[in-house]
Nanobody
Framework: QVQLVESGGGLVQTGGSLRLSCAAS????????MGWFRQAPGMEREFVVG????????YYADSVKGRFTVSRDNAKNTVYLQMNSLQPEDTAVYFC????????????????????WGQGTQVTVSS
């Protein structure tokens, strides 16, 4: 069982930055690929970025490529999402999720492949 707690959301102006954190419980954090998803009102939950269990590989949605950076610290059981050049269309609830990794390359983009979810943190970008 893994429990995930996101933090770092808030209100920011267009062009601003935020850094989200996701702290995981348990001693097996390094065996999970991690993902960040977001969900705007009335919209489906969408993939933002994923990172393999070692942090050696990442995959970004086109909408955030070049603006967002994911990283993880397995010693601290934490994954981060640095968000720069934020735009109003980035406004959403952001969720982190954990997927039991089959191997070191495992990096799912489908939300149904993730086993555990945090409660989400709101990010609002004002224009």
């Amino acid at each position: 069982q893994v429990q995930l707690v996101e933090s770092g959301g808030g209100l920011v102006q267009t062009g601003g930055s935020l850094r989200l954190s996701c702290a995981a419980s348990g001693r097996t954090f390094s065996s999970y690929a991690m993902g960040w998803f977001r969900q705007a009102p009335g919209m489906e939950r969408e993939f933002v970025v994923g990172i393999t269990r070692s942090g050696g590989r990442t995959y970004y949605a086109d909408s955030v490529k070049g603006r967002f950076t994911v990283s993880r610290d397995n010693a601290k059981n934490t994954v981060y999402l640095q968000m720069n050049s934020l735009q109003p269309e980035d406004t959403a609830v952001y969720f982190c999720a954990a997927a039991q990794a089959r191997d070191s390359w495992f990096l799912p983009r489908n939300k149904y492949n993730y086993d555990y979810w945090g409660q989400g943190t709101q990010v609002t970008v004002s224009s």
